[in-house]
């Protein structure tokens, strides 16, 4: 799966806060089995729920799919 069909497929499911190492923030959603995160420039922008897109528009996106 691509970036861009990931975005087309998720882009509008919530997921949740899981950790952050250093400025990269990690999100899930265990329900979708997926998983992404993004550089945030300070952890006052962290917040407990996002959607797929908030986390894509952040710096350095990545996102993982359990098969």
Same mark, same amino acid.
Request: glycine fraction near 4%; charged fraction near 30%; charge should be negative.
């Given at each position: 799966? $691509?970036?861009? *069909?990931?975005?087309?497929?998720? !882009?509008? *499911?919530?997921?949740? +806060?899981?950790?952050?190492?250093? +400025?990269?923030? $990690? ?5 979708? !089995? ?16 996002? $959607?797929?897109?908030?986390? +894509?528009?952040?710096?350095? +996106? ?6």
């Amino acid at each position: 799966m $691509t970036e861009q *069909e990931f975005i087309f497929k998720y !882009g509008k *499911e919530p997921v949740w +806060f899981k950790n952050i190492y250093k +400025f990269r923030v $990690t999100y899930v959603n265990e329900s979708l !089995g997926i998983e992404c995160s993004g550089i945030v420039e300070s952890r006052d922008d962290l917040s407990c729920e996002e $959607t797929v897109w908030d986390i +894509f528009n952040l710096d350095y +996106f990545k996102f993982s799919v359990k098969e």
